[in-house]
């Protein structure tokens, strides 16, 4: 019962400390970027763009432009999804100065679209819930034939050692955003429910931060909205808003009510 309930979390939405960056990590200068910069954003997989309503609702009050890039993962690799970012990009960007924000299977193929140079103008990438490494949870399942048809290869490349030791790291300011709502009957310490709070860190990140939130509701925080724009703002997390009781999202309510931790 709990691998089985372990395994519809994750199918359902796979996929504080201040980290200074080396002074030769190779990390870019950002962009010089306008408050009017177009912020690019990546859902995880199997949520639509329903579920960065919040986030998106709050960069545009904020005077940003907003583009979603979509994706369907179930019968593409990683490597694919990466290339046909690049392809999004050269599109729509037309020139103009961009942020990228991610969540869960999103981060992935961020990281991945690094193989080659992004368009120029990119500024910086805040990464949430980024399983930059594979799990136990993921591990044992990715043996498993309904994990295997729901999830296609890029499920098994997200359950391979292998796969992210030559995932590149974004040579751009970047910083990770973490939840630690989840259970530990699931995963073996703090985590979000479907990967570890130890499994998000990456070497040379900016910044880096733990919320009380679940994987699902990571992107669709208010809090973490907020969040997103301090560190797109000033190159670091805002601490003072991890102690302020925002309101949660409509979603994060509903779960609350139902019984279950959000």
């Not at 690049?86 to 992935?108: M, Q």
């Not at 498993?144 to 974004?170: H, I, M, R």
């Amino acid at each position: 019962m709990v691998f089985f309930s372990a395994f519809i979390f994750v199918a359902s939405a796979f996929m504080g400390e201040v980290v200074a960056p080396s002074p030769d990590t190779g990390i870019a200068e950002p962009a010089v970027l306008s408050e009017k910069a177009v912020i690019v954003l990546l859902q995880g997989m199997g949520r639509g763009r329903a579920s960065l309503w919040v986030l998106d609702t709050r960069l545009q009050s904020e005077g940003y432009e907003t583009l979603n890039f979509p994706y369907v993962a179930h019968s593409r690799s990683i490597e694919e999804m990466a290339e046909q970012f690049h392809d999004f990009l050269d599109e729509k960007l037309d020139n103009r100065p961009y942020h990228i924000i991610a969540h869960s299977l999103g981060t992935v193929i961020v990281r991945a679209a690094f193989e080659k140079e992004l368009p120029p103008g990119l500024g910086r990438v805040v990464l949430i819930a980024p399983p930059n490494k594979p799990t136990e949870l993921l591990r044992v399942l990715k043996e498993n034939p309904v994990y295997q048809w729901f999830t296609g290869s890029s499920g098994q490349q997200v359950a391979s050692d292998e796969f992210y030791e030559k995932l590149p790291v974004p040579s751009v300011e970047f910083g990770i955003i973490a939840g630690d709502r989840g259970h530990e009957f699931t995963l073996r310490g703090p985590n979000d429910g479907v990967i570890t709070v130890e499994s998000t860190r990456l070497p040379g990140m900016s910044d880096w931060i733990v919320t009380p939130h679940a994987h699902n509701f990571l992107a669709n925080s208010r809090q973490v909205a907020a969040l997103c724009l301090s560190f797109l703002r000033q190159g670091s997390f805002d601490r003072a808003l991890t102690a302020t009781d925002l309101p949660r999202s409509e979603e994060e309510t509903r779960d609350s009510d139902d019984g279950r931790e959000s």
